[in-house]
């Protein structure tokens, strides 16, 4: 790791005593002064400060020390574990399937978990599909291979080992891993007239296709630790789908009728877990005061629809990506973070007034290839992420968490999209990380003394973190 052990080291003894003081004021209930810890690690954004997940047990100790591994839950616009906000801060790293199913490079598996968990990364965002391609686990409609299978067995233990949750999509948009394309490529294999990629959300036998593939995956038990996926509180959420578009019909009413049918066959096979569609979070025509928000006028036409969308019985909180690189110009500039900010906000907001439900900003990054990159415009980006989700929190907002895209460890460079960072090589950002995790588990703690949603209200922090601007 490329941030010190010894700088961990110093920093939990200081993070401990801040600790103290917080609880202190907290069990006194005796309010804030002007230079009071909490104030310090909340606002103070250029701190060194770097997270220690083991500072973070010994915080949460006495009312968190029994716990058993619980399901995150959803509460109104909150994600809850065990009675307890729970705030996200995590991050996507594609390919650990296919990385944990050959012996030479399973140990990038357990490395990468490793490094999150160094700077306080809770929830990880991976494929549970690879349909029809190199090392799938799909090899043909229902034909599984049981080696790769093992390997995600593999992945969902080792992230439990570092506590660690997974959002796991069930297929993809897009032809990697083969994805939509893959599925009418086998319906025109066993004789069905397909026109488009999009008939995989409309014709029948894909859609038993996809839902054979869900219900195998979700019922399946995991050979190294003997439980059953749908039992699993390592899983946080189930993706119906990674960035679902449907291009064919911007009305949006075929993908809105795969997305009501998939949503409830998910929670009739697995009532117990989270269920999200993986939309990228375009407004469509049901909002037409809102698509002003989206980064272009093509963002309309997709066939996607973020309010009517998420407004779907079994859809348990909403997903956004936010890519203003790829949607408005690939040429890195300044522009950008304002879109970024009101795009957040926007959704914030709706997650709030109109869906009742978390929303997870679930792929954030910039590409280093993008021209006009700079390392400082990726640090000010991540914070402005992050700033933007620490108002919503303070507020009690819908602004649920964000996953960046994506984190890689040493050695994995033939992976990258552009978008990979290795922490390692990257110590500024990956101090902006830890500092944010530290601030997503201290709000993640308030609730140890005072359970209430109903109560927080009156909670003497409530006054000061509202008035704070971080
Ligand atoms: C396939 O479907 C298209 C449009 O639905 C239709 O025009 C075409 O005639 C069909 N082809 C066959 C061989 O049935
Ligand atoms: C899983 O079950 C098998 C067979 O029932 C048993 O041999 C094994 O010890 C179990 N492993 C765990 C981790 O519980
Ligand atoms: C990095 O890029 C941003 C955005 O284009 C620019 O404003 C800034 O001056 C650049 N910083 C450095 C150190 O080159
Ligand atoms: C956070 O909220 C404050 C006050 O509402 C605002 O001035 C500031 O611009 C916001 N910051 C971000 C990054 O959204």
Excluded at 385 to 404: D, H, I, Q, W
Aim: proline share 4%.
């Amino acid at each position: 790791m490329g941030f010190s052990e010894k700088a961990l080291g110093s920093n939990r003894i200081l993070f401990l005593i801040l600790v103290c003081f917080v609880l202190i004021e907290i069990s006194t209930g005796l309010g804030f002064g002007g230079n009071d810890p909490l104030k310090m690690i909340l606002e103070d954004s250029e701190s060194q400060f770097a997270f220690s997940s083991r500072s973070q047990g010994v915080y949460s100790s006495g009312a968190m020390e029994a716990d058993e591994w619980q399901m995150v839950e959803k509460k109104g616009n909150q994600f809850m574990v065990n009675g307890q906000p729970f705030y996200v801060n995590g991050f996507n790293t594609y390919w650990l399937m296919v990385f944990a199913a050959d012996q030479s490079t399973r140990g990038k598996v357990t490395e990468v978990f490793q490094q999150a968990s160094s700077v306080g990364l809770t929830v990880c965002r991976t494929w549970a599909f690879n349909d029809g391609q190199w090392r799938a686990l799909q090899k043909s409609p229902s034909v599984y291979d049981e080696e790769i299978f093992q390997a995600l067995d593999f992945v969902v233990s080792e992230a439990k080992k570092y506590k660690i949750r997974l959002i796991l999509p069930l297929v993809n948009n897009w032809d990697a891993y083969g994805g939509k394309p893959q599925y009418v490529k086998w319906g025109k294999a066993a004789g069905l007239n397909l026109t488009s990629d999009d008939e995989f959300f409309s014709n029948p036998t894909l859609k038993s296709y996809y839902k054979a593939h869900v219900k195998m995956v979700l019922n399946r038990i995991n050979t190294i630790t003997n439980v059953t996926y749908k039992e699993d509180p390592t899983i946080f959420a189930w993706e119906l789908m990674n960035e679902p578009r449907c291009p064919s019909d911007p009305s949006g009413d075929i993908l809105q009728e795969w997305i009501e049918e998939m949503a409830v066959y998910v929670k009739s096979v697995d009532p117990k877990h989270l269920v999200e569609i993986g939309l990228e979070g375009f407004y469509g025509p049901s909002t037409p005061n809102r698509v002003q928000f989206n980064p272009n006028t093509y963002a309309q036409q997709v066939g996607t629809d973020f309010i009517r969308n998420h407004l779907v019985l079994g859809v348990d909180f909403a997903s956004v990506h936010i890519y203003a690189d790829s949607w408005i110009s690939q040429e890195i500039s300044d522009a950008h973070l304002p879109f970024i900010i009101s795009w957040m906000e926007a959704h914030i907001e709706d997650a709030q007034k109109y869906l009742n439900m978390p929303v997870l900003f679930s792929e954030f990054g910039v590409s280093t290839k993008d021209p006009g990159y700079n390392s400082t415009f990726r640090d000010t980006l991540f914070k402005t992420v992050y700033r933007t989700l620490l108002n919503s929190t303070k507020k009690g907002g819908s602004g649920g968490g964000s996953l960046l895209w994506q984190l890689f460890p040493d050695g994995t460079d033939y992976m990258d999209d552009g978008y990979a960072l290795v922490l390692s090589r990257s110590p500024s950002t990956s101090n902006i990380i830890s500092l944010h995790s530290t601030r997503v588990a201290i709000f993640n703690s308030l609730c140890t003394w005072n359970c209430h949603w109903g109560c927080k209200k009156q909670h003497p922090l409530e006054a000061f973190l509202s008035t704070d601007d971080a």
